[in-house]
């Protein structure tokens, strides 16, 4: 493997550690919600469905028209990104609705 593929799969396992915090915090905020019970729970349980397959749909439409690269490394980095945002926008829909 060359240096700068090496490179590559660190900055990956980076951005992978940070979406998984990431990820964590939306949880979390989630969870509270959950446990408040009602209708804003159920409402934000059908929107984190809602989500994850608009997501999925997403990315196997980018990968289909081969917007999401030609290597492994290139394909991995952009989904990640796309699913960082996808949890930075939850992550702050959430916590402005405290």
Known sequence: MARIEALDWIEIADATMRLA???A???GLRAAKAAKGGSKATDE???MW???VQSLAE???RLFWGS???NP???TRRTLTHYRQKVA???RRLRQSK
């Open 45 to 47: 349980a059908w929107l």
């Open 73 to 75: 490394a290139t394909t």
């Open 25 to 27: 915090d939306v949880i």
């Open 89 to 91: 926008a939850n992550r």
């Open 21 to 23: 915090f990431e990820s």
């Open 50 to 52: 809602s989500e994850k």
């Open 59 to 61: 990315l196997q439409t």
């Open 68 to 70: 999401m690269g030609t």
